[in-house]
C-alpha cells in the first residue's frame, strides 16, 4: 500500500524555519503561501509511475485534490496506484479531484509517445496542468568500456530520449494555454559523476541541461519549469541497477536512513502547489549522511 505522508495540506506539509514561521503567523494573504488548495481539480500526469517516486507522488497529489493519470510499462502496477489515489483522496478529505487514470506508456518508444500519447488520454485529462517527467532508470555498474551496448540504449532511451519526446508534447500544449507546469526528475548524478555510472550520470546531466535550456526558453511565458535532483532514495533503483540482487542493493543503503520515495513525492507536491508566480527551478535533496555521490557517513554500521 503507498503510504502518503500526513499532508499537513491545509497547510502543506511542511517544517518552516523561524522566519517563516513568523510569516506564517500573519493573517491572510500571508497565510497563501503554505497553501494547497491550489492544486485542487489540477490535471497531473506522472510518467514512471508504476512505483518509488512516481507511485509516491502520485497519492500525495490525489490527496491534494488534483486528479491525476499516472503512466509506465505495467498495467497492473498502474491499477494498483490508481487505487491507491482514489484511497489517498478519500484520506485528504478536500472535496476536490477523485478522477485517475492509467497509461500504458513505454518511454523507450519515442514514436508511439509522439503520436499515441494524447489521444489516449481521458477526456477530462485533455488539459494538463502539471507534467512530472519521472521515468528513468539505471543498469549495470560496469565500467566504460565494458557497458553493454544494450543497456546503454535502454539507459539513453528512457532517461532521455523518452524524457524529451514527453516534454516537447506538453509544452506545445503549455504555449498554446499559456498554463502549465513541467517538473523533471533529475538526480545528483546529474552534478557529480561517479566511476561505474558513466552512462546514467550522462544521461542525468543531459536532464539537468535539457532543463535548464527549457527554463530559459520558457522564461517569457507563465510556464513553470522545475528540476527535482534526489540523492540517495530508497527505490527498487538499485535493485534494478544489480539486476535483481537485492543483497547488493540493500548494501548501497546500509548503515544510514536514506530518503524515502515520499520525501521526494512531498517536494514535488510543494514545488507544484507555490503560487503561479513563483517557480521553483531546482531543488536538490539529500538524506542527512550523504553530501555527494560519494561522501557519505554510516553512522550505523557495525564498528
Known sequence: MLRCPLLRLAPILRTAPAAARRFSASPAPSMSVFRSDRLHNKTVFITGASGGIGAATAGLF??????????????????????????????????????????????????????????????????????????????????????????????????VVGLIATVQLFVR?????????????????????????????????????????????????????SEIQPGMVETNFSVTRFRGDKGAADKVYEGLQPLTPEDIAEEIVWCASRPAHVNVAESLIFPVNQASPYHNHRPNLAK
Open 173 to 225: 500544449e503549455f504555449k498554446a494555454r499559456s498554463a502549465g507546469h513541467i517538473i523533471t526528475l533529475g538526480s545528483i548524478a546529474g552534478r557529480e559523476a561517479y566511476p561505474g555510472g558513466a552512462i546514467y550520470c550522462a544521461s542525468k546531466f543531459a536532464v539537468n541541461a535539457f532543463t535548464s535550456a527549457l527554463l530559459k526558453e520558457l522564461v517569457s511565458t507563465p510556464i513553470r519549469v
Open 62 to 159: 490525489a490527496r491534494a485534490g488534483a486528479n491525476v493519470v499516472v503512466s509506465a510499462r505495467r498495467q497492473d502496477a498502474l491499477d494498483a496506484v490508481v487505487e491507491q489515489c482514489t484511497a489517498a483522496n478519500k484520506e485528504g478529505g478536500s472535496g476536490a479531484g477523485g478522477k485517475y487514470a492509467s497509461l500504458v506508456l513505454d518511454m523507450q518508444d519515442r514514436k508511439a509517445i509522439e503520436t499515441n500519447l494524447l489521444p489516449r488520454l481521458p477526456d477530462w485529462a485533455k488539459n494538463v496542468d502539471v507534467l512530472l517527467a519521472n521515468a528513468g532508470l539505471v543498469l549495470g555498474t560496469d565500467k566504460v568500456g565494458d557497458i553493454s551496448g544494450d543497456e546503454i540504449d535502454t539507459m539513453i532511451q528512457t532517461n
